[in-house]
């Protein structure tokens, strides 16, 4: 099975700031790898598709990168309703696999 | 708006049984493959299976794989996931997802999950 290591594991951020955070892959998935937001009691919710597409809907200030094995997700300006738990997921091969997840935090 | 309701949640001893249903509003179910993805208390996600739109493929990670079966009703809108064999590790919350392309692992819809606790 295809392992996703996600880090950091948590971040303590601001809002306003530019949060980064990645995503490798333990072999190659190409550019299958999506990213969901999940917050507190909520199910997940799709924001960046095919490693770089935002989905219908979704701000610009949420950012997707990478293919092969390394991928980066982005939030460029911070906001107090994006604390939650984002996870990235391949679907390139079965099974698919999430990664463990980051978790943001205020500061 | 697309909606997708899960039920049929609860406990459940190890060993036995239990059937969810994912109740499809808001869109052509029949048009989209459909998947179940679990969520271990305050553990990361897992993907658990997928059904293409008319039923006739199925696929699963091998931690489910011979216990769960994943099925669908396009007439009724209906997903539904038969568990059998069930075991403490399958304790979580199990939310039914759409995949808007077929063949693809994205899952652009979330139901708000069914709890299933799996305890004698």
């Known amino acids: 099975d295809i392992v996703m290591t996600q880090s950091p594991t948590s971040m303590s951020i601001s809002v306003g700031d530019r949060v980064t955070m990645n995503c490798k892959a333990s072999?190659?998935?190409?550019?299958?790898v999506d990213w969901y937001q999940q917050k507190t009691g909520q199910s997940p919710k799709l924001l960046i598709y095919k490693a770089s597409n935002r989905y219908t809907g979704v701000p610009d200030r949420f950012t997707g990168s990478g293919s092969g094995t390394d991928f980066t997700f982005t939030i460029s300006n911070m906001q107090a309703e994006d604390l939650a738990v984002y996870y990235c997921?391949?679907?390139?091969?079965?099974?698919?696999?999430f990664g463990g997840g980051t978790k943001l935090e205020l500061k | 708006e697309v909606q997708l309701v899960e039920s049929g949640g609860g406990l459940v001893q190890p060993g036995r049984s239990l059937k969810l249903s994912c109740a499809a509003s808001?869109?052509?179910?029949?048009?989209?493959?459909m998947a179940w993805v679990r969520q271990a208390p305050k553990k990361g996600l897992e993907w658990v299976a997928t059904i293409s739109t008319s039923g006739s493929r199925t696929y699963y990670p091998d931690s489910v794989k011979g216990r769960f079966t994943i099925s669908r009703d396009n007439a009724k809108s209906s997903l539904y996931l038969q568990m059998n064999s069930l075991k403490s590790e399958d304790t979580a919350t199990y939310y039914c997802?759409?995949?808007?392309?077929?063949?693809?692992?994205?899952?652009?819809?979330w139901g708000q999950g069914a709890s299933v606790t799996v305890s004698s």
């Open positions: 997921m391949q679907s390139n091969s079965y099974p698919w696999t």
């Open positions: 997802a759409r995949h808007p392309e077929p063949v693809a692992g994205v899952m652009d819809a």
């Open positions: 072999q190659n998935v190409g550019s299958n």
């Open positions: 808001g869109f052509t179910f029949s048009n989209y493959y």
